[in-house]
């Protein structure tokens, strides 16, 4: 079955990098465009950034232009969230979709299967 498996979350200071891994298998991975969501406490979820097959991607918040940064290896079946200048607006559970097609959106209507989420803390 399809499955998608984040990792890489903790405790980070402020000013300080985390990069997010997203496991998938039960699908043919080089297929579908896979999206990052987040949802910080007592807010809802918000899209975050997309990938595409080919690589192509996009980031969706602006406050994670210049320090997002997201990739795919499509032999290892993982995108990748490369995360600096964290700071505490980062806090919160980080989620991985696969997009039911191979094209982005921005929208957690889009997306067909989620990963349970991994936790990101930013604090001193």
């Known amino acids: 079955q399809v499955q998608l498996v984040e990792s890489g979350g903790g405790l980070v200071q402020p000013g300080g990098s985390l990069r997010l891994s997203c496991s998938a298998s039960?699908?043919?991975?080089?297929?579908?465009?896979i999206g990052w969501f987040r949802q910080a406490p007592g807010k809802e979820q918000e899209g975050v950034s997309c990938?595409?097959?080919?690589?192509?991607?996009?980031l969706y918040l602006d406050s994670a232009k210049g320090r997002f940064t997201v990739s795919r290896d499509n032999a290892a079946n993982t995108v990748y969230l490369q995360m600096s200048s964290l700071a505490p607006d980062d806090t919160g559970v980080y989620y991985c979709?696969?997009?039911?097609?191979?094209?982005?959106?921005?929208?957690?209507?889009?997306?067909?299967?989620w990963g349970q989420g991994t936790r990101i803390t930013v604090s001193s």
């Open positions: 990938v595409r097959p080919n690589g192509e991607n996009t």
């Open positions: 039960g699908f043919e991975f080089g297929s579908y465009a």
């Open positions: 979709a696969r997009r039911s097609a191979n094209i982005c959106a921005r929208f957690p209507g889009a997306y067909d299967y």
